[in-house]
């Protein structure tokens, strides 16, 4: 039986597998998650994992078996007690990753462009790596929310301390904490334009990016704008780099924005009103609602479901803006619970999860892997932190489905499952016996076992049938250890299941 090409494969996968197939190589998303809710099984551990979690592996579904859904929870909720070697053996090859202001500052020229590429190099190894997984995918949700891109004009020396001082070290306490700690941040008072505004120019940009995207949407007016700029004139940057406030930059005089009033009758309580103002903002109903939607279209669905983001936002608001209690409210909803199938992985979240399910381990030493992985993302157009405009990458699934993106995904499992690009990453001496230590008797049961172990439940049977034409086999076809065709064959078998519709939703 003569071998089928990849190309041919891709096409007669997306044929056997109907519309949904199609939608992942670009079609319509929420058909496609409408299509597919029955790709997954009900387990709801595995639900949990994949949202939740940058991917599954067989060690961490195995630890959230024994612990149950709670008890996980309880265990990544305190994510200091959670061992995390590997990760930390990869972090410290990028020091400036975690470098402050003026660590950064004494190391690089003026115009390196070095400590944003160790954040992005950091923020995908904790992705892949790190045992901390609900924090890295809180951090990541927050660094949407909050965003500065990375890299971006003005922030060389400040957006690495920005993602350790502000959104790593508030992901798991409050809003508003989060909130007024950005605000005080030099790269976001560069990235957004606070640092230039003064009381006799005051810059609108911060003001209006703090309403419309950072908290309660577009319901300000352009007073709203004008008398929340002047509010927050005088937080600036020194000449160290550092965040200060400058009494003499603001502008007093009485302010209502949006519910909050204040007198602002003194330049040097100027900084105190400010702040009373971004405590108003996180606390705002509106902010409950959007923030809110915004975390269940990331956790949950495309077009999340009303009860759900009513329920949550109480309880942001009863508990004064903590993020803990949402998270976990949230996880053991039952709206959660039900929406199985109903996200796709972006660019990002696939790469991570196709490294984490095959077993790649780092490199012992260099980040020359790390580099390739990242670049990888880069022309996939979702390398963390470096989306250009300040509202974030999109989490719909519409923003990620092209042709050209499946392709591009495609290729990447191909890279991966065969070891080719990039070959610096530590695999299995035999990657097909780690993921199927006991060889089947056909290759049907053999793309089956593939299945389970890499997606967690078997593809459907024109699916498979789809995935062995690559190879000239038939579900039927016998499988022995002496096959000389399975050598070969066997990267295109594991990187066509990762190619499939179910391993797309997360």
Same mark, same amino acid.
């Given at each position: 039986?003569?071998?089928?090409?990849?190309?041919?494969?891709?096409?007669?996968?997306?044929?056997?597998?109907?519309?949904?197939?199609?939608?992942?190589?670009?079609?319509?998303?929420?058909?496609?998650?409408?299509?597919?809710?029955?790709?997954?099984?009900?387990?709801?551990?595995?639900?949990?994992?994949?949202?939740?979690?940058?991917?599954?592996?067989?060690a961490t579904l195995a630890e959230a078996n024994r612990l149950g859904v709670n008890g996980w929870l309880d265990q990544q909720l305190n994510p200091a007690a959670i061992k995390d070697t590997v990760c930390d053996g990869v972090l410290a090859r990028l020091p400036l990753?975690?470098?402050?202001?003026?660590?950064?500052?004494?190391?690089?020229?003026?115009?390196?462009?070095?400590?944003?590429?160790?954040?992005?190099?950091?923020?995908?190894?904790?992705?892949?790596?790190?045992?901390?997984?609900?924090?890295?995918?809180?951090?990541?949700?927050?660094?949407?929310?909050?965003?500065?891109?990375?890299?971006?004009?003005?922030?060389?020396?400040?957006?690495?301390?920005?993602?350790?001082?502000?959104?790593?070290?508030?992901?798991?306490?409050?809003?508003?904490?989060?909130?007024?700690?950005?605000?005080?941040?030099?790269?976001?008072?560069?990235?957004?334009?606070?640092?230039?505004?003064?009381?006799?120019?005051?810059?609108?940009n911060y003001a209006r990016e703090l309403m419309e995207l950072h908290t309660v949407g577009m319901i300000y007016t352009e007073a709203d704008v004008k008398a929340a700029a002047r509010l927050l004139t005088g937080m600036t940057v020194s000449s160290a780099g550092t965040?200060?406030?400058?009494?003499?930059?603001?502008?007093?005089?009485?302010?209502?924005?949006?519910?909050?009033?204040?007198?602002?009758?003194?330049?040097?309580?100027? @900084? &105190?009103?400010?702040? +009373?103002? !971004? %405590?108003? $903002?996180? *606390?705002?109903?509106?902010? /409950?609602?959007?923030?809110?939607? =915004?975390?269940?279209?990331?956790?949950?669905?495309?077009?999340?479901?009303?009860?759900?983001?009513?329920?949550?936002?109480?309880?942001?608001?009863?508990?004064?803006?903590?993020?803990?209690?949402?998270?976990?409210?949230?996880?053991?909803?039952?709206?959660?619970?039900?929406?199985?199938?109903?996200?796709?992985?972006?660019?990002?979240?696939?790469?991570?999860?196709?490294?984490?399910?095959?077993?790649?381990?780092? @490199? &012992?030493?260099?980040? +020359?892997? !790390? %580099?390739? $992985?990242? *670049?990888?993302?880069?022309? /996939?157009?979702?390398?963390?932190? =470096?989306?250009?405009?300040?509202?974030?990458?999109?989490?719909?699934?519409?923003?990620?489905?092209?042709?050209?993106?499946?392709?591009?995904?495609?290729?990447?499992?191909?890279?991966?499952?065969?070891?080719?690009?990039?070959?610096?990453?530590?695999?299995?001496?035999?990657?097909?016996?780690?993921?199927?230590?006991?060889?089947?008797?056909?290759?049907?049961?053999?793309?089956?076992?593939?299945?389970?172990?890499?997606?967690?439940?078997?593809?459907?049977?024109?699916?498979?049938?789809?995935?062995?034409?690559?190879?000239?086999?038939?579900?039927?076809?016998?499988?022995?250890?002496?096959?000389?065709t399975l050598a070969g064959s066997a990267p295109y078998l594991i990187a066509l299941v990762l190619d499939a519709p179910t391993f797309s939703l997360r």
């Amino acid at each position: 039986m003569t071998t089928t090409s990849r190309r041919t494969v891709l096409a007669t996968a997306a044929a056997a597998a109907g519309a949904s197939a199609l939608v992942v190589a670009g079609g319509a998303a929420p058909a496609y998650a409408a299509a597919t809710t029955d790709l997954l099984p009900s387990d709801q551990i595995a639900h949990l994992l994949r949202r939740a979690t940058f991917g599954a592996t067989p060690a961490t579904l195995a630890e959230a078996n024994r612990l149950g859904v709670n008890g996980w929870l309880d265990q990544q909720l305190n994510p200091a007690a959670i061992k995390d070697t590997v990760c930390d053996g990869v972090l410290a090859r990028l020091p400036l990753a975690g470098a402050d202001i003026t660590a950064v500052r004494g190391k690089l020229k003026v115009h390196s462009y070095d400590a944003f590429k160790e954040l992005g190099r950091a923020t995908v190894a904790r992705a892949i790596w790190s045992n901390r997984q609900l924090l890295e995918s809180t951090v990541n949700f927050f660094s949407n929310v909050l965003h500065i891109a990375a890299p971006s004009s003005g922030v060389r020396d400040s957006r690495a301390d920005y993602d350790k001082q502000v959104i790593r070290k508030h992901a798991f306490g409050t809003f508003a904490d989060m909130l007024k700690a950005s605000a005080r941040h030099p790269a976001m008072l560069t990235y957004l334009d606070n640092r230039s505004s003064t009381k006799a120019h005051p810059n609108e940009n911060y003001a209006r990016e703090l309403m419309e995207l950072h908290t309660v949407g577009m319901i300000y007016t352009e007073a709203d704008v004008k008398a929340a700029a002047r509010l927050l004139t005088g937080m600036t940057v020194s000449s160290a780099g550092t965040y200060t406030y400058t009494a003499s930059k603001h502008a007093t005089g009485a302010v209502s924005v949006l519910g909050f009033t204040h007198a602002n009758a003194t330049a040097e309580g100027g @900084e &105190a009103a400010s702040l +009373a103002f !971004l %405590d108003h $903002l996180a *606390n705002h109903p509106a902010t /409950a609602t959007r923030l809110m939607t =915004r975390l269940c279209v990331r956790f949950v669905a495309d077009e999340p479901p009303a009860s759900l983001i009513e329920k949550l936002a109480k309880v942001y608001l009863d508990n004064k803006t903590a993020i803990v209690p949402v998270l976990r409210a949230l996880f053991t909803s039952p709206e959660f619970a039900a929406s199985v199938g109903q996200k796709v992985r972006t660019p990002f979240e696939d790469l991570a999860a196709t490294v984490r399910t095959l077993g790649l381990a780092p @490199e &012992a030493t260099g980040v +020359a892997g !790390l %580099d390739a $992985l990242y *670049n990888m993302l880069v022309d /996939a157009g979702n390398a963390p932190l =470096r989306w250009a405009p300040p509202n974030g990458f999109p989490d719909v699934a519409p923003a990620w489905a092209s042709p050209s993106a499946f392709l591009m995904r495609c290729n990447s499992h191909l890279n991966l499952a065969a070891g080719w690009y990039p070959k610096q990453l530590v695999r299995p001496a035999d990657l097909l016996k780690s993921l199927v230590p006991v060889l089947p008797a056909t290759y049907g049961a053999l793309v089956d076992a593939l299945a389970v172990r890499l997606v967690g439940t078997k593809l459907p049977a024109a699916h498979t049938a789809a995935v062995l034409s690559v190879a000239g086999k038939l579900p039927t076809s016998s499988l022995s250890s002496s096959d000389k065709t399975l050598a070969g064959s066997a990267p295109y078998l594991i990187a066509l299941v990762l190619d499939a519709p179910t391993f797309s939703l997360r």
